[in-house]
């Protein structure tokens, strides 16, 4: 598979989005300062930080005089902190991020450097990495950022226990959903969990509504500038049939205000406040280290989202994240440099990473890991996710991620508008229209 990708086949690929803030604070910093050697910022949160921080430890180790810093920060103070760092020269040296139209703005400011050539020269690094992981990474045939982590699908959970107790089956379609939402409501139950306030996790509804009414067609046209594209009949069905969910009270009272950063939307689940939940696949984890025995007892179910019934789109297909992504800040010094590239070589994945990252039930961006994930505790689903990334017909780049960042944060904010239901989605397409191309 190339590596050098169109702008439709990116979309065609396995990146998952988060929404911007204005909030600034990081969360904690570790190892050595900036003199000479280099900085890191990446996301807090378990069990990503650590597995994230044991690499760099490892490195760090190994390389005494080329020592790297990290900062870690929230999910959503993080995109805004490093937009401003970027504007004002004072970047880290290596920017974690997740690619697509984010990389681009980067790009076209000069603030990040093309990697382009010393993949060339380091054959083997790029050859270990799932191909279309390079999708979000490549802007205009060359490459800005390194691939790293983990593919990340959006799945739909829900709490077996509970499906059990109210003498239910997982929903086969749009049409099940429907009719579950009354039947979980009249005991007592949310239908579905959501960190509302968040933004980002309203997103994923839509994208799978959107993909599974009107296929990926429906949103490539809106990405790639066509007038008035988002009014397509399709769009306006998907965004219709959110707001009958919202109207039924599909959604947990007061989702608005519940974040994704706090982790309570999936403690509804766990604790079996909510029935269901769609959310990344970087879940399973957080629920398995927070969720007591919830994981360990069989009480997880995931799924792909359904078909809606009369749709075109593929069921197979999938929304989510082929990877995360590492720059190189094009501020930072020679030395600086060679130290993020040193890493990126020895440090990003090694053989502790990827076990952790399996161990976590996440499944790394390496080629040729089956083994590794059928032999581990947490094989059914990372085998799983797996056999999503591998067998969707599309596996798509999400929304805030692959537009511009003054189109996701129109779409980001007449999301929350559109779920508030203080808005029409016929409102919801003019206020997008209003914003392609830009």
């Known amino acids: 598979m190339p590596t050098h990708l169109s702008r439709r086949t990116v979309l065609g690929l396995l990146a998952a989005g988060v929404p911007a803030s204005l909030a600034l604070s990081a969360c904690g910093t570790s190892g050595p300062g900036s003199d000479g050697g280099a900085t890191y910022w990446f996301l807090s949160g378990p069990p990503q930080e650590g597995i994230r921080q044991g690499a760099v430890d490892r490195f760090n180790q190994a390389n005494p005089d080329a020592k790297i810093a990290t900062t870690t920060f929230q999910n959503d103070p993080y995109k805004t902190k490093i937009k401003t760092a970027l504007g004002a020269g004072q970047a880290p040296t290596i920017i974690w991020g997740w690619g697509g139209g984010g990389l681009r703005t980067w790009v076209e400011a000069g603030q990040v450097d093309d990697l382009t050539s010393w993949f060339d020269q380091n054959q083997k690094v790029k050859d270990k990495l799932i191909p279309s992981s390079f999708g979000p990474a490549t802007i205009d045939g060359r490459i800005y950022a390194m691939p790293c982590e983990t593919v990340e699908p959006i799945v739909l959970y829900y709490n077996k226990r509970v499906f059990d107790d109210v003498g239910v089956e997982p929903p086969q379609s749009w049409d099940d959903i429907m009719a579950l939402v009354p039947r979980f409501n009249a005991k007592g139950i949310a239908p579905f969990s959501l960190g509302g306030q968040s933004r980002w996790t309203n997103m994923m509804w839509l994208e799978f509504l959107f993909d599974r009414i009107g296929g990926p067609e ?19 069905d998907a965004l219709t049939k959110l707001q009958d969910l919202v109207r039924a009270r599909g959604f947990v009272e007061g989702f608005s205000s519940i974040t994704a950063d706090s982790n309570a939307d999936q403690a509804l689940l766990y604790t079996g406040r909510a029935a269901m939940m769609l959310h990344g696949s970087w879940s399973y984890g957080i629920q398995q280290e927070q969720g007591g025995d919830f994981v360990q007892s069989d009480g997880l179910g995931y799924m792909n989202f359904p078909p809606v019934e009369g749709g075109t789109g593929d069921p197979s297909n999938a929304v989510g994240n082929p990877g995360q992504y590492l720059a190189i800040s094009s501020k930072a010094s020679a030395e600086q440099k060679e130290v993020a590239k040193k890493f990126f070589s020895t440090g990003v994945l090694d053989d502790q990473e990827v ?18 994930l059928a032999g581990n505790k947490n094989a059914d689903f990372v085998t799983f996710v797996y056999d999503i990334a591998s067998n969707a017909e599309v596996f798509a780049q999400s929304w805030d991620q692959a537009l511009s960042p003054t189109a996701a944060e129109t779409l980001l904010d007449n999301i929350v508008k559109l779920f508030q239901l203080s808005i029409s989605p016929q409102q919801f397409a003019d206020g997008l229209n209003a914003v392609i191309g830009k």
Do not use: M, R, Y
């Not at 076990?355 to 590794?372: F, H, M, R, Y």
């Open 218 to 236: 429906v949103f490539q046209a809106a990405f790639e500038g066509e007038k008035n594209a988002w009014s397509h009949p399709a769009a306006i």
């Open 355 to 372: 076990k952790d990252w399996i161990d976590s039930g996440a499944v790394p961006i390496l080629q040729g890991t089956q083994g590794e």
